[in-house]
Every structure is written in structure tokens, then in C-alpha cells.
């Protein structure tokens, strides 16, 4: 069974702070994939991340996967409250056909 | 608007009525799955077809009984659920059934068993 913790699990903030979310594995991903998901809405896909040190941007959210593929990071620059949602990480493992999720990220951006 | 269309949006039913859930989408996609999420918790897999074949089952009671009738349909056939069943449903589909490609998910049904 692969497991993918994510931290913190809940996080509180106001607008214009920065903020990280992590995703750890002990289990080598092929590609992992950030999601959000905003209340009465199904996940809508961020970033997939495949290669070892990649990191991407979209605006104000950086995406890192770690060199060894165990770990990836989402990092939001100055947050807004649209950015209050569930954040998902979920991982690939090319041993097996279907994602796993971690439990996610509820963060809440305060006016 | 999500490219996933699920109905109906909000269910609730007793625990001896017979429902389905139904999605729907056009974006060619080959794998289509269902996924039940608890509140404020990630989504657990619970079927996958790929190629309209039913790839993965994982453990669900019978009670939960999914149905590709072609490649653009998924449903979900209910039947005699318990109140703990009681969840959002979401559908999902992929290009493949690989898992490599990424979920497109539709906004889910929110039902209730009373």
C-alpha cells in the first residue's frame, strides 16, 4: 500500500501571507498530480509534475517535485481568498494503474 | 463548467429505494471511474473501467452495482444502501486507464441515505 501524507492538513491564514503545502512519500512516484477542489465542486487538476527537481509555476502557486520523486511541495505567494479550497496531492506509481491521494490541504484565505 | 456531467446533482433516498447515478462525457476519454468522498476527506476509488471493461473493483459492497453502457456513459446503480453510504459521488475520466494521464472529475451527486 503506498501512502501519501500530506501537511498540514488544515491551515488558517489572511490575505496576502504566503504559505506551503507538503506531500511526502516513502514510495518513488512516476508523476504526481496537485488538485483543488472548492466546496460543492469536484477536483479540478493544477499540475502534473513527472521529472526528479521539476518545478512549475501557475501564477501565484509553485510546484516542486522533489529529486528522488518521494516528496512534492506547493508553495502560493501573497493568497487570496479564491484560493480557499481542499488540496490534493495524488501520486502515480507506474507499478500500479490508479492514483493514490493524500488526505489533502483545507486551507482558508481570510478577506 | 467541468467537461464531466454528472445528474442528478443532489439525491436522497431511503435505504430500500432503487437509484442510479449517471455521468456523461465527450472528450473521447477511454477510462471512467467512481470515486466516494466524505466530507473534508480525499476521494476513495471505488471502480475503474477502461475500454468499457470493469478494471478495478475495489471491494465495494454489492450494493453499489456500475454500469458502462458505452464509452461516453458511466452509472452507478443503487440498491439498498445504509445511511453511512451517505457521501458525494464523483465521476472521473482519463484519456486511459493507465493512471498516468490525468482525472477530469465532474462537480458530483450529494446523497443522502435516510
Known amino acids: 500500500t503506498q501512502l501519501l501524507e500530506q501537511s498540514p492538513q488544515f491551515l488558517s491564514i489572511q490575505e496576502g501571507e504566503n504559505l506551503t503545502v507538503y506531500c511526502n512519500s516513502s514510495s518513488v512516484f512516476s508523476s504526481l498530480q496537485w488538485y483543488r477542489q472548492e466546496p460543492g465542486e469536484g477536483p479540478v487538476l493544477l499540475v502534473t509534475v513527472v521529472t526528479g527537481g521539476e518545478v512549475k509555476k501557475l501564477k501565484r502557486l509553485t510546484f516542486q517535485f522533489g529529486d528522488a520523486r518521494k516528496d512534492s511541495s506547493l508553495h502560493i505567494t501573497a493568497a487570496q481568498p479564491g484560493d480557499t479550497g481542499l488540496y490534493l496531492c495524488a501520486g502515480m506509481n507506474s507499478g500500479y494503474s490508479t492514483l493514490t491521494f493524500g488526505k489533502g490541504t483545507m486551507l482558508l484565505v481570510s478577506p | 463548467d467541468t467537461e464531466v456531467t454528472q445528474t442528478p446533482k443532489h439525491l436522497v433516498m431511503g435505504m430500500t429505494n432503487k437509484k442510479s447515478l449517471k455521468c456523461e462525457q465527450h472528450m473521447g476519454h477511454r477510462a471512467m471511474y467512481w470515486y466516494k468522498q466524505k466530507a473534508k476527506k480525499p476521494p476513495e476509488l471505488m471502480f475503474v473501467?477502461?475500454?468499457?471493461?470493469?478494471?478495478i473493483n475495489e471491494s465495494v459492497p454489492s450494493r453499489f452495482s456500475p454500469e458502462c453502457p458505452n464509452s461516453s456513459l458511466l452509472n452507478l446503480h443503487l440498491h439498498a444502501l445504509q445511511p453511512e453510504d451517505s457521501a458525494l459521488y464523483l465521476c472521473?475520466?482519463?484519456?486511459?486507464?493507465?493512471?498516468?494521464?490525468?482525472?477530469?472529475f465532474g462537480n458530483g451527486t450529494r446523497l443522502t441515505v435516510t
Open positions: 473501467y477502461s475500454y468499457e471493461k470493469l478494471s
Open positions: 472521473a475520466s482519463s484519456q486511459d486507464g493507465t493512471g498516468n494521464s490525468p482525472l477530469h
